[in-house]
T-cell receptor, first 110, second 113 residues
Framework: TQLLEQSPQFLSIQEGENLTVYCNSSSVFSSLQWYRQEPGEGPVLLVT?????EVKKLKRLTFQFGDARKDSSLHITAAQPGDTGLYLC??????????FGKGTRLHILP | NAGVTQTPKFQVLKTGQSMTLQCAQDMNHEYMSWYRQDPGMGLRLIHY???????DQGEVPNGYNVSRSTTEDFPLRLLSAAPSQTSVYFC????????????FGQGTRLTVV
C-alpha cells in the first residue's frame, strides 16, 4: 500500500508569515498533486508536479517535487486569511489510482 | 458543463438499511473514483473504475459495491449500512490514467444511526 504522510497536520500562523507543508512517501509516484479543500466542498486541484526536481509557482505558492519523486513541498509566502483551508497532497500511481495524504489544515490569523 | 454531480447531499440511514449514492459526470472522463473522508483521515479510496465495465478495489472497499455500466455513471451501493460508514463521500472523475486533474463532486454527508 502506497502511503503519503503530510506534515504538519495543523498549522495556525499570523497573516504575513511564511510556511511550508511537506508530503512524503516511501513510494515513487508518476506525479504528485496538491489540492485545496474548502468546508462543504470537494477538493480542487492547485498543481501537478511530474518531473523530479520540478518547481512550480502559483502566485505566492511554490510547489516542489523531490528529485526521487517520492516527496513534495508547498511553500506559501506572506500568508493571507484567504489561504485558510485544508491542503491535500495526492500521488498518482499511473494505474488509475490517486492516493491522498491526510491533509494539512491551515489557519491564517488576521 | 455540470462537472461531477452527486446525489443526495445529505442522508440519514438506520443500521442495516441499504442505499445507493449516485455519481454522474458529463465530461466524458474514463476514470471515476469513490472516496470517503473522515476527520483526521484525509480521503481514502473505496473503489475506482478505469472505464465502463471495469472496476477495482481501493484502500477501504469492505461494505461497498460499485458498478460502471456507462461512462457517465458510477453509483456506490451500501448493502447493509453500519455506523462505521458514517462519513462524507466524494466521487471524482479524471480524463486520463496519468497525471491528470481529478474533478470532485460536492460530496454526500451520510449518517448511519
Amino acid at each position: 500500500t502506497q502511503l503519503l504522510e503530510q506534515s504538519p497536520q495543523f498549522l495556525s500562523i499570523q497573516e504575513g508569515e511564511n510556511l511550508t507543508v511537506y508530503c512524503n512517501s516511501s513510494s515513487v509516484f508518476s506525479s504528485l498533486q496538491w489540492y485545496r479543500q474548502e468546508p462543504g466542498e470537494g477538493p480542487v486541484l492547485l498543481v501537478t508536479v511530474v518531473t523530479g526536481g520540478e518547481v512550480k509557482k502559483l502566485k505566492r505558492l511554490t510547489f516542489q517535487f523531490g528529485d526521487a519523486r517520492k516527496d513534495s513541498s508547498l511553500h506559501i509566502t506572506a500568508a493571507q486569511p484567504g489561504d485558510t483551508g485544508l491542503y491535500l497532497c495526492a500521488g498518482c500511481s499511473g494505474a488509475g489510482e490517486i492516493i491522498f495524504g491526510k491533509g494539512t489544515r491551515l489557519h491564517i490569523l488576521p | 458543463n455540470a462537472g461531477v454531480t452527486q446525489t443526495p447531499k445529505f442522508q440519514v440511514l438506520k443500521t442495516g438499511q441499504s442505499m445507493t449514492l449516485q455519481c454522474a459526470q458529463d465530461m466524458n472522463h474514463e476514470y471515476m473514483s469513490w472516496y470517503r473522508q473522515d476527520p483526521g483521515m484525509g480521503l481514502r479510496l473505496i473503489h475506482y473504475s478505469v472505464g465502463a465495465g471495469i472496476t477495482d478495489q481501493g484502500e477501504v472497499p469492505n461494505g461497498y459495491n460499485v458498478s460502471r455500466s456507462t461512462t457517465e455513471d458510477f453509483p456506490l451501493r451500501l448493502l447493509s449500512a453500519a455506523p462505521s460508514q458514517t462519513s462524507v463521500y466524494f466521487c471524482a472523475s479524471t480524463m486520463g490514467q496519468v497525471n491528470t486533474e481529478a474533478f470532485f463532486g460536492q460530496g454526500t454527508r451520510l449518517t448511519v444511526v
